[in-house]
């Protein structure tokens, strides 16, 4: 039974799953998941406050969250630092880099989220979390997840171009190709028929490539 609770404890949600509730002091007060209810929530954790590269991602975040909000998606951020260790970092980000944190980062000393979230990598620390990206819907359910290493800082650019890919598939129900960017064209489901096959390349408004394979401007 022990062996059965401590694998419940550390299994990571999937894509497709309700993303785990949770309620949590941060450095703005108390939230819980369902504070995001009907928005787009980005929650990432990071492994320290204080820590060089973790200081550089929240300036980054920072840069990106006006165009983030602008999306009706929020920002969430967690470590397992206390608050007041959140409110001194984030105090010294905004005098060392004229960047004031808008967002507000979980103070996760029991590691009660971390461990609802699989943020914990015992194979790279057993005490700090890594670099995980969870990109949860206004329903509530993950739609996207990204891990880093401790060493590598993540791209901001991809972050955002993530969750425009995301948006942009739910509200014209299609798929975005490699390397997308906001203003290309999307890629059209496939035909599932040897007659919608047969039609596609006739279609207006589509750029044809294959049977298999056709964009269009959304």
Known sequence: MEQTETNQQVQMPRIGDDAPAFNAATSQGNISLE?????????????????????????????IYPELKEMNTELLGLSVDSVPSHIAWIRSIEENFNTNIEFPVIADLDKQVAMKYGMIMPGESQVETSRAVFVIDDKQK?????????????????????????????????????????????????????????????????EYIDWYISKKDV
Request: glycine share 6%; net charge negative; charged share 25%.
């Open 35 to 63: 504070d995001y209810k009907g928005k787009w929530l980005v929650l990432f954790s990071h492994p320290s406050d204080f820590t060089p590269v973790c200081t550089t991602e929240f300036v980054g975040l920072q840069e």
């Open 142 to 206: 993950i739609r996207s997840i990204i891990y880093y290493p401790l060493t590598t800082g993540r791209n901001m650019q991809e972050i955002l171009r993530l969750v425009k890919a995301l948006q942009t598939t739910d509200e014209h129900g299609v798929s975005t190709p490699a390397d997308w960017q906001e203003g290309d064209k999307a890629v059209v489901s496939p035909p599932k028929s040897q007659e919608e096959a047969a039609k596609r390349a006739e279609e207006e408004g589509i």
